[in-house]
């Protein structure tokens, strides 16, 4: 499976973005799709994940009711629309997937994905 991620840019706080993540080969069997991000000096964090079979996303509480993870099957394509942007929003967005099942505790954990894009520059200026 390869990952594409894009959409990523500069933007002032209260802006949106909506970032792309394409994937091919096998997608259709991907069991959990995410997006992380990791702003420098700091670990990656899951921003949010979705697990076939779920009643919808799982959402870190940082972006909770601003973000918005959607995924299309037919396209191979998820995207995460992100909202009412913060400067503390700024890092580098990657998404990731991986084909085994994983319980609901390890959606946002990123030591369980096996598939990872090249990653996206968002900034949010203040």
């Known amino acids: 499976v390869q990952l594409q991620a894009s959409g990523g840019g500069l933007v002032q706080a209260g802006g949106s973005l909506r970032l792309s993540c394409a994937a091919s080969?096998?997608?259709?069997?991907?069991?959990?799709v995410a997006w992380f991000r990791q702003a420098p000096g700091k670990e990656r964090e899951g921003v949010s994940c979705?697990?076939?079979?779920?009643?919808?996303?799982t959402y870190a509480d940082s972006v909770k009711g601003r973000f918005t993870f959607s995924r299309d099957n037919a396209k191979n394509t998820m995207y995460l629309q992100m909202n009412s942007l913060k400067p503390e929003d700024t890092a580098v967005y990657y998404c990731?997937?991986?084909?085994?099942?994983?319980?609901?505790?390890?959606?946002?954990?990123?030591?369980?994905?096996?598939?990872w894009g090249q990653g996206t520059q968002v900034t949010v200026s203040s």
């Open positions: 080969g096998f997608a259709s069997d991907l069991h959990s």
């Open positions: 979705i697990r076939s079979g779920s009643n919808g996303p």
């Open positions: 990731a997937a991986r084909f085994n099942r994983i319980v609901y505790s390890m959606c946002l954990d990123p030591s369980v994905y096996d598939y």
